[in-house]
Every structure is written in structure tokens, then in C-alpha cells.
């Protein structure tokens, strides 16, 4: 079964500083993509960034990157220069598409809650 | 404008009294989704449509229903609610091309269920 771990439940960063979250995951299959999504306070999830298993460079956008370690099931965000609106709860998900039969089912980790400080 | 819309944002209910949470989207996704938000457990998926007419449980879908007659409309049906149906649902549409733009899933901006 696929598991997504993300096991720091709360990070304190500082403003303008980079911040890395973790993540790791557990698949026995070949072909997957890998989500991070935002959700700030107000509840909605944003998509911000996506890594396809056979990706050979490591996605970015904008502040956002995901440092993709295959060979250790590792998908970290990394979030350069913070700022205060970055301060929310941040979730790695995978989709795995042999699991689902070209269906788009994610699994959620259990979150990251980022804080950012003056 | 490229959304996905839920209604209600917000419902209070008692035990046992039907409800409908309405999703729609406007991106032509062939797939929709439904899942619940709980404290330490993620996200977590309760049904899916592939297209119209077909639809699939995920991992919790006891206590739920869903219908896909329209593609753009996805309802989420409690017959029967209990107070362990108290959570955050949030519903999410993409395409099923297997081209990541495409297939990114986009969520609604979820509804507060409290069932008493």
C-alpha cells in the first residue's frame, strides 16, 4: 500500500530564511507523481508544486522546489526567502498511477505546520 | 475563472438528518473526488468519478453516497449523519490525460460539517 510520512508535525523558520520540509514515501510501483499542497489558515488547499516519478530534474516554481531523491523515496519542499504569508499547514501527497488504473487518487501525509517569524 | 465550487461552506446538523454537499467545477475534469480532513490523519479519500455514471469508493466511504449525473456536478450525500462524519470535506476535480498540467487536482474550498 502507499504511505506518505511526513514527520516534523511543526516548523518555526524565519523570515527571508529557506525552510526544507520533509517527506517520504512507500510504493512498490514504477510510475507516480508527488503533490505538495498549502493550506493556509483559511482552509483551501493549494496546489504549489508537482514531481513526476520519472523526472530526471528536481521541479521548481517560483520560491518553490522539490528536492526528489528517488533512490531514498524522499520528495522534500524547499521554500526559499520566506515570507510571513507562508506560514500554513503544507501536505506531500502521491498519486500512483498503476495503483489506480490511470484513476487520480492522492495519498495524504498528515502535514507540516510551518511558522514563519520576524 | 478555473474553480471548483462547493456549497455549503459551513453546516451545522443533527444526528440522522439527510444532507447534500453540492460540488461543481468549470475545467470539463473528468474525474472528481470527495475526501475528509482530520486532525493527524491527513486527507483522506471517500469516493471518485472517473466520468459520468461512474463512480468508485476510496478508503472511507462508509456513510456517504455520490452521484455523477452531470460532468461538472459531484454531490456528496449523508442519509444518515453521525457525529464521527464531523470534519473538513473538501472536493477536487482534474483531467485523466496522464500529463501532470492536466492532471494536477484542484480542491474546492472545503465545508465545515459539524453533525450534534
Known amino acids: 500500500a502507499q504511505k506518505i510520512t511526513q514527520t516534523q508535525p511543526g516548523m518555526f523558520v524565519q523570515e527571508k530564511e529557506a525552510v526544507t520540509l520533509d517527506c517520504t514515501y512507500d510504493t512498490s510501483d514504477q510510475s507516480y507523481g508527488l503533490f505538495w499542497y498549502k493550506q493556509p489558515s483559511s482552509g483551501e488547499m493549494i496546489f504549489l508544486i508537482y514531481?513526476?516519478?520519472?523526472?530526471?530534474q528536481n521541479a521548481t516554481e517560483g520560491r518553490y522546489s522539490l528536492n526528489f531523491q528517488k533512490a531514498r523515496k524522499s520528495a522534500n519542499l524547499v521554500i526559499s526567502a520566506s515570507q510571513l504569508g507562508d506560514s500554513a499547514m503544507y501536505f506531500c501527497?502521491?498519486?500512483?498511477?498503476?495503483?489506480?488504473?490511470?484513476?487520480?487518487?492522492?495519498?495524504f501525509g498528515t502535514g507540516t505546520q510551518l511558522k514563519v517569524e520576524l | 475563472e478555473a474553480q471548483v465550487t462547493q456549497n455549503p461552506r459551513y453546516l451545522i446538523t443533527v444526528t440522522g438528518k439527510k444532507l447534500t454537499v453540492t460540488c461543481s467545477q468549470n475545467m470539463n475534469h473528468e474525474y472528481m473526488s470527495w475526501y475528509r480532513q482530520d486532525p493527524g490523519l491527513g486527507l483522506r479519500q471517500i469516493y471518485y468519478?472517473?466520468?459520468?455514471?461512474?463512480?468508485d469508493k476510496g478508503d472511507v466511504p462508509e456513510g456517504y453516497k455520490v452521484s455523477r449525473k452531470e460532468k461538472r456536478n459531484f454531490p456528496l450525500i449523508l442519509e444518515s449523519p453521525s457525529p464521527n462524519q464531523t470534519s473538513l470535506y473538501f472536493c477536487?476535480?482534474?483531467?485523466?490525460?496522464?500529463?501532470?498540467?492536466?492532471?494536477?487536482?484542484?480542491f474546492g474550498p472545503g465545508t465545515r460539517l459539524t453533525v450534534l
Open positions: 514531481q513526476g516519478s520519472y523526472d530526471e
Open positions: 501527497a502521491m498519486r500512483d498511477w498503476e495503483l489506480t488504473g490511470g484513476g487520480n487518487k492522492l495519498t
Open positions: 468519478s472517473m466520468n459520468v455514471e461512474v463512480t
Open positions: 477536487a476535480s482534474s483531467g485523466t490525460s496522464g500529463d501532470s498540467d492536466t492532471d494536477t487536482q484542484y
